[in-house]
C-alpha cells in the first residue's frame, strides 16, 4: 500500500477500530492480501491502549476478516480460501479428507419414487408435509427436554443454522462455537459477520469454563454438536451435558443450536444442552448423513418464538422445501429395511475407524476412534508437514488446523475419512502415515512401550 493506512483508521474503542477496518475493507481502500499496521503503531497512533487494538484485532480474526501471521503481522483475509468439505476438485490423490458418508451405505429410492406421487402442492398450502411433520414429531420430542416446541423443515442442517442466526442476531453480534470445529460453521459465521468465540472440546465435548467463559463475553447464541462432534468424534458425557445445561440456567435467551448431523447413524446416546425451562432454541437434525448430501432436508424442533421467525424466512412460493422431497424422505425413513441399512451403515462406520485406529496405535501412533464418519489423529509433529509427507506417497488428508478458532493443539491433528478403505488400503495409508511422521522427524511409541 503506497499510503499511511492508521491515518484512516478510526476509533476509540475495540468495536470502533473493527467496524473501521470493516468499512475500509469495504469500499475497496483495503483488499484480501492487505497488511494492517502493527498492534503498537496502530495504538499509538490511535491515543489507545495496546490492549484496545490487540482487542480489535482479535475480533477482527475471529470474524475471519484478518489472519495473523504471527512475526509477519496482520493481514486482511482472503475470503475465497475458506475450507471447505467434500471432495478436492481436480485431484490425483486418493483423497482421505472427504467427510462424506459411504457412497454403498446410501439407500437407493427408486421404490420409493414410484410409489410417492401425489396431488400437486400449489401457493398458500402449508409447508409441511403433514405425515413428515407427523413422524418428525415423534423423532425430535422423544429426546427434548421442553415440551413446547414447533416444526421447521429446511434445505439441510446448514441452511438452518443460517436461519436460525440470521433470525436472531445482527452483524458482529457473538457466536459460540466449539474449538476445533466443523468448517460448515465457521463458513456460515463469517459469511453472516459473526464474532465467533471458541469454545473448546474435549473427550466429552465442549468444555464447562469454555462455555462460560464465552457467556461472559455475551455470545447471543451457541452451537453446539452433541455427539459425533466434527472434527474430534466426541460426544456429550451426561454428567458434561448436566454442568452444561446448569451454566446456561442463567443465561435462558441466549438461543442454543444444537446440531445432531449423525443422528440416525450415531453409536451415542443423545444428551442435550437444552434444559426444559430455557426460552430460545433449536435442535436440528439432517438428514444427509444416512439418506445422502443429495437428499437436501433437514428438520428443526425449536421453541414457538424461533419458530416464528423462522416462519418468516420460509415464505411459501419462495423457499419452501419441495414436498416432493419432503414426501420422499418420509417413504424412505419409513421403510422397515431402509431403517436397518441404516443401523448397519452406522455399525459398519464404528468398526472401520476402530480398526484403523487399531493400526495407528499398533505402529506407535495411538489413537481412538470417536463417533462419526471421520478419525481425528494425534501426531507428534506439524500435521502440515505429515500431510505433505502423504502426498508424496499418493494421498490427499487434512490437517488439523482447518478447523481450529484458537485451539494450536489442532495444528498437530490429522481428521481422515477413512471408512470405504479396503484392507490393503488401510494397511497401506497407516503404514504411510507411520513413514510420514517418521520422516517429518516424529518419534513412534510401538504398543508395549512405557
Same mark, same amino acid.
Given at each position: ?100 458418508? @459411504? ?297 488439523? @488446523? ?49
Amino acid at each position: 500500500m503506497d499510503h499511511d493506512l492508521t491515518l484512516e483508521i478510526a476509533g476509540r474503542s475495540a468495536a470502533d477500530i473493527a467496524a473501521s477496518v470493516r468499512a475500509l475493507i469495504e469500499r475497496g481502500a483495503l483488499r484480501p492480501g492487505d497488511p494492517l499496521p502493527p498492534v503498537r503503531n496502530l495504538a499509538d497512533d490511535l491515543g489507545v491502549n495496546r490492549n484496545t487494538a490487540v482487542a480489535a484485532y482479535r475480533q477482527l480474526t475471529l470474524a475471519g476478516v484478518v489472519v495473523t501471521r504471527g512475526r509477519a503481522g496482520t493481514w486482511v483475509a482472503d475470503r475465497a480460501t475458506v475450507a471447505q468439505e467434500g471432495f478436492a476438485a481436480d485431484s490425483v490423490l486418493r483423497d482421505v479428507a472427504t467427510g462424506n458418508p @459411504d457412497p454403498d451405505r446410501i439407500p437407493d429410492p427408486s421404490r420409493a419414487l414410484a410409489a410417492m406421487a401425489g396431488r400437486p402442492v400449489l401457493y398458500g398450502e402449508p409447508v409441511i408435509d403433514r405425515d413428515l411433520e407427523r413422524w418428525a414429531h415423534d423423532w425430535m420430542s422423544a429426546d427434548l427436554a421442553p415440551s413446547d416446541f414447533r416444526l421447521t423443515i429446511t434445505s439441510g442442517a446448514a441452511d438452518a443454522v443460517e436461519r436460525l442466526l440470521a433470525q436472531a442476531l445482527v452483524r458482529d453480534d457473538a457466536v459460540a462455537l466449539e474449538d476445533p470445529c466443523f468448517l460448515t460453521s465457521i463458513h456460515t459465521v463469517r459469511v453472516g459477520g459473526y464474532r465467533a468465540v471458541p469454545v473448546p472440546v474435549d473427550d466429552e465435548g465442549m468444555t464447562v469454563e469454555g462455555l462460560r467463559s464465552a457467556l461472559d463475553q455475551g455470545v447471543r447464541a451457541v452451537v453446539c454438536t452433541p455427539r459425533a462432534q466434527n472434527p474430534t468424534g466426541a460426544s456429550l458425557s451426561e454428567r458434561r451435558a448436566a454442568e452444561l445445561r446448569e451454566v446456561l440456567r442463567e443465561h435462558p435467551y441466549v438461543l442454543v443450536i444444537e446440531d445432531d448431523h449423525f443422528s440416525m447413524l450415531s453409536r451415542r446416546p443423545f444428551r442435550s444442552l437444552i434444559g426444559p425451562e430455557h426460552r430460545r432454541w433449536a435442535l436440528v437434525r439432517s438428514v444427509s448423513k444416512f439418506l445422502g448430501p443429495d437428499m437436501c432436508l433437514a428438520v428443526t424442533a425449536s421453541d414457538p418464538d424461533t419458530a416464528d421467525r423462522l416462519a418468516m424466512r420460509l415464505t411459501p412460493g419462495t423457499t419452501w422445501v419441495s414436498h416432493l422431497l419432503q414426501r420422499l424422505t418420509l417413504a424412505v425413513v419409513t421403510d422397515p429395511a431402509v431403517a436397518a441399512g441404516i443401523a448397519d451403515a452406522g455399525a459398519h462406520y464404528a468398526a472401520r475407524n476402530d480398526a484403523f485406529a487399531a493400526r495407528l496405535t499398533e505402529l506407535g501412533l495411538p489413537t481412538a476412534a470417536g463417533d462419526g464418519l471421520n478419525l481425528w489423529i494425534a501426531l507428534p509433529v506439524p500435521a502440515r508437514d505429515v500431510s505433505e509427507q502423504l502426498m508424496r506417497r499418493g494421498w490427499l488428508a487434512r490437517s488439523g @488446523d482447518e478447523f481450529a478458532l484458537g485451539d494450536a493443539s489442532a495444528s498437530r491433528r490429522l481428521r481422515l475419512t477413512v471408512h470405504d478403505l479396503g484392507e490393503a488400503d488401510a494397511d497401506r495409508l497407516a503404514t504411510d502415515i507411520a513413514a510420514a511422521v517418521r520422516a517429518a522427524g516424529g518419534r513412534l511409541i510401538p504398543t508395549g512401550m512405557e
